[in-house]
């Protein structure tokens, strides 16, 4: 929730509790990180023995461990820029 909006008096029907940051689910498989923005909240592992994988990548986490892609991936790079910038970028 966003604390403080500086600069804002005379904006009509602002309301600060409707702006802000929000929680997001994350998981890790392989080399990924998984993002769910739903809100809901998922547990690692699902019932009927669904795994975190199945439930958010679908059959696609199958195919792509048949492939080695969750394991094959090598890093090759790293660069870092300075950006003078604010902390919505």
């Keep these: 929730m966003l604390q403080k909006a500086t ?9 600060i509790n409707e702006y802000g940051l929000f929680s997001i689910n994350v998981a890790t498989w392989g080399p ?3 993002i769910n ?10 019932e009927n023995n669904r ?5 958010w990548l679908g ?6 461990a048949n492939a080695g892609i969750d394991q094959s991936l090598e890093h090759v790079a790293r660069r870092e820029y300075i950006i003078n910038c ?3 970028v």
């Design 37 to 46: 923005l739903d809100g809901k909240e998922i547990a690692p592992v699902m």
């Design 51 to 55: 795994s975190l994988e199945n439930e």
């Design 7 to 15: 600069r804002i008096s005379g904006i009509q029907n602002f309301s």
């Design 59 to 64: 059959s696609s986490s199958e195919i792509l």
């Design 86 to 88: 604010n902390w919505k």
């Design 32 to 34: 990924f990180v998984l």
